[in-house]
């Protein structure tokens, strides 16, 4: 679905009730909305600012809140948005409307919410050779070291991925226009930053998922708040998401503990005295990249910034973006 088609089943939705007439304006001078929407309730009009996205990601609300500050008064308007981030634009008083007609709007004394419509599943186009499981592990490393110009030996030994897999990832992210052939020997990386976003993206939802191997909990609960004095292996197990934010900016105080680890399950409960808990609030990834991390007990900054840009809450975005600002900024 485009995004013309999009808003042609919002307002479609909308209007079944008979108590809302709508309508949409194209934006043509300015570049950083699609259009406006206006809303017409009880003799009542409010014209409203209007980005269209097909998906909505959690990576998506810190310049969607921003958006909603510069072009007041603000409606993003998708296809489909998931309830965690529905609640979230709620929470931060964030109008939205779905291709199904379900809104909410809290705008000058008008007070909308609908939620009850069928979602319009979303029908993905096939992955693009580039951004599998493992061309997301080489995507890493091009991302965190600029490696692209090395030979595919030094890549395939450093990503543990084999060469002919290598070939198809690079012609992938050249028909996405990510890689430009300088000369016969020599790549250079376009649109770093939009790569940057896709990967953070691909990596939440195909890489991440397979990576886990538990949740976890203390054995003894104050070891929670003290969680800076644990003593971790080096080279084997480093903090990633929250923990990582904190130590990076001194900003984020952690709702929630996430590793990265080479250590086996038994090392872990044995060294770290947790005890598996469904529930719990220590979550435990295994560690896709080869090399070691010795001098740090963080995963690089780029990999912390995903794990916190995922997560969508305003404390969590608002770390991701000072680790953004201070350590990724100057590569992006």
């Given at each position: 679905?485009?995004?013309?088609?999009?808003?042609?089943?919002?307002?479609?939705?909308?209007?079944?009730?008979?108590?809302?007439?709508?309508?949409?304006?194209?934006?043509?001078?300015?570049?950083?909305?699609?259009?406006?929407?206006?809303?017409?309730?009880?003799?009542?009009?409010?014209?409203?600012?209007?980005?269209?996205?097909?998906?909505?990601?959690?990576?998506?609300?810190?310049?969607?809140?921003?958006?909603?500050v510069t072009k007041n008064p603000f409606i993003i308007i998708a296809q489909r948005i998931f309830p965690k981030i529905k609640e979230?634009?709620?929470?931060?008083?964030?109008?939205?409307?779905?291709?199904?007609?379900?809104?909410?709007?809290?705008?000058?004394?008008?007070?909308?919410?609908?939620?009850?419509?069928?979602?319009?599943?979303?029908?993905?186009?096939?992955?693009?050779?580039?951004?599998?499981?493992?061309?997301?592990?080489?995507?890493?490393?091009?991302?965190?070291?600029?490696?692209?110009?090395?030979?595919?030996?030094?890549?395939?030994?450093?990503?543990?991925?084999?060469?002919?897999?290598?070939?198809?990832?690079?012609?992938?992210?050249?028909?996405?226009?990510?890689?430009?052939?300088?000369?016969?020997?020599?790549?250079?990386?376009?649109?770093?930053?939009?790569?940057?976003?896709?990967?953070?993206?691909?990596?939440?939802?195909?890489?991440?998922?397979?990576?886990?191997?538990?949740?976890?909990?203390?054995?003894?609960?104050?070891?929670?708040?003290?969680?800076?004095?644990?003593?971790?292996?080096?080279?084997?197990?480093?903090?990633g998401g929250e923990p990582a934010g904190d130590l990076l900016t001194n900003y984020l105080r952690p709702e929630e503990l996430t590793?990265?680890?080479?250590?086996?399950?038994?090392?872990?409960?044995?060294?770290?005295?947790?005890?598996?808990?469904?529930?719990?609030?220590?979550?435990?990834?295994?560690?896709?990249?080869?090399?070691?991390?010795?001098?740090?007990?963080?995963?690089?900054?780029?990999?912390?910034?995903?794990?916190?840009?995922n997560k969508g809450d305003r404390r969590c975005t608002e770390t991701a973006q000072k680790i953004y600002d201070e350590y990724l900024?100057?590569?992006?």
């Open positions: 679905m485009n995004e013309k088609e999009i808003i042609q089943y919002a307002i479609n939705n909308i209007q079944k009730s008979g108590a809302i007439t709508v309508e949409w304006k194209e934006s043509n001078n300015d570049s950083t909305i699609d259009g406006k929407l206006l809303l017409h309730l009880n003799q009542h009009t409010i014209e409203l600012y209007a980005e269209i996205k097909r998906e909505l990601r959690n990576i998506h609300l810190f310049k969607i809140e921003e958006l909603a979230e634009l709620r929470k931060r008083n964030i109008a939205y409307l779905e291709a199904n007609g379900n809104i909410f709007l809290n705008k000058n004394e008008i007070y909308l919410y609908i939620d009850g419509n069928t979602p319009i599943e979303l029908k993905h186009k096939t992955t693009n050779r580039a951004f599998t499981k493992t061309g997301l592990k080489v995507i890493y490393q091009f991302l965190i070291k600029d490696c692209i110009n090395s030979t595919y030996r030094e890549i395939a030994e450093v990503t543990d991925t084999g060469i002919g897999t290598l070939n198809t990832i690079f012609n992938g992210l050249k028909e996405d226009g990510f890689i430009l052939q300088l000369t016969k020997n020599e790549l250079q990386i376009e649109n770093k930053k939009k790569l940057l976003d896709k990967w953070v993206l691909e990596y939440e939802k195909r890489l991440k998922p397979t990576l886990v191997i538990g949740t976890f909990r203390f054995l003894n609960k104050d070891d929670f708040y003290n969680w800076k004095d644990i003593p971790l292996k080096k080279g084997k197990t480093i903090w590793l990265y680890t080479n250590e086996e399950t038994s090392e872990l409960m044995k060294n770290y005295r947790l005890v598996p808990d469904l529930e719990g609030n220590i979550k435990v990834f295994k560690q896709f990249w080869r090399d070691e991390q010795e001098n740090t007990n963080t995963v690089h900054p780029l990999l912390a910034y995903a794990d916190l840009m900024q100057d590569q992006f």
